[in-house]
């Protein structure tokens, strides 16, 4: 069983080591799957859950009784979404030869460490006391850090860009996500309106 699984995990394990052959080798030589890739994705919400369920009260402040770990997922998996419609958008104007779907399994390919971060670091949690949080801190930003490194390996191998290329491009890609963002609330908040408004006419309309 373990085998199976660390056959399965071969190429994320790669890609921790050796990024840029690894992300090659996901799109160039056609060695990755959707199916890992959401694999890989799942198991970072349910690892999140868990930490905010289970960590302890000494790095999480939160109430695991008001916890809701749905509005938890939906917030990731949205942020997710984001980032890779508003990195396509741009590369597509850039030259980038990435396509969304490499996009995606780059971006979940590279979560692989906070995979290997989250879980020990909430176990760890349960151990420690206020002057050792510092260790939790630690290895969840070790985690973070090396995922946003191999994210941005992942934009230079993916795009076929160079350092400096990638850079401007993820500049451009956060101030993508934002205008994203911004239309979408827009949206939201005039459908909002417009509901408001269709819904007193009806109230007028069956009051008469």
């Known amino acids: 069983?373990?085998?199976?699984?660390?056959?399965?995990?071969?190429?994320?394990?790669?890609?921790?080591?050796?990024?840029?052959?690894?992300?090659?080798?996901?799109?160039?030589?056609?060695?990755?799957?959707?199916?890992?890739?959401?694999?890989?994705?799942?198991?970072?919400?349910?690892?999140?859950?868990?930490?905010?369920?289970?960590?302890?009260?000494?790095?999480?402040?939160?109430?695991?009784?008001?916890?809701?770990?749905?509005?938890?997922?939906?917030?990731?998996?949205?942020?997710?979404?984001?980032?890779?419609?508003?990195?396509?958008?741009?590369?597509?104007l850039t030259n980038g030869e990435g396509k969304l779907k490499d996009i995606f399994m780059m971006v979940c390919y590279a979560m692989t460490p906070l995979v290997l971060t989250i879980v020990p670091a909430t176990i760890l949690s349960r151990f420690l006391s206020a002057e050792e949080a510092g260790f939790y801190y630690m290895l969840m930003s070790i985690g973070v850090m090396y995922f946003v490194f191999l994210v941005f390996a992942g934009l230079i191998v993916v795009h076929n860009y160079t350092v400096a290329k990638a850079v401007l491009t993820v500049v451009l890609t956060f101030i993508a996500l934002l205008i994203i963002v911004f239309l979408l609330t827009l949206l939201l908040t005039l459908w909002q309106q417009l509901w408001v408004f269709a819904y007193s006419i009806y109230t007028e309309l069956m009051f008469r």
């Open 1 to 92: 069983m373990l085998k199976r699984i660390f056959k399965f995990y071969a190429l994320p394990m790669y890609i921790m080591v050796k990024p840029f052959d690894g992300f090659y080798a996901m799109k160039y030589q056609h060695e990755g799957t959707l199916k890992l890739a959401f694999l890989n994705f799942i198991v970072v919400l349910f690892s999140y859950a868990i930490n905010n369920q289970y960590a302890s009260l000494v790095v999480n402040p939160q109430n695991p009784l008001e916890l809701n770990s749905l509005l938890h997922w939906v917030m990731l998996i949205g942020a997710l979404i984001l980032f890779c419609v508003s990195n396509w958008s741009v590369t597509s």
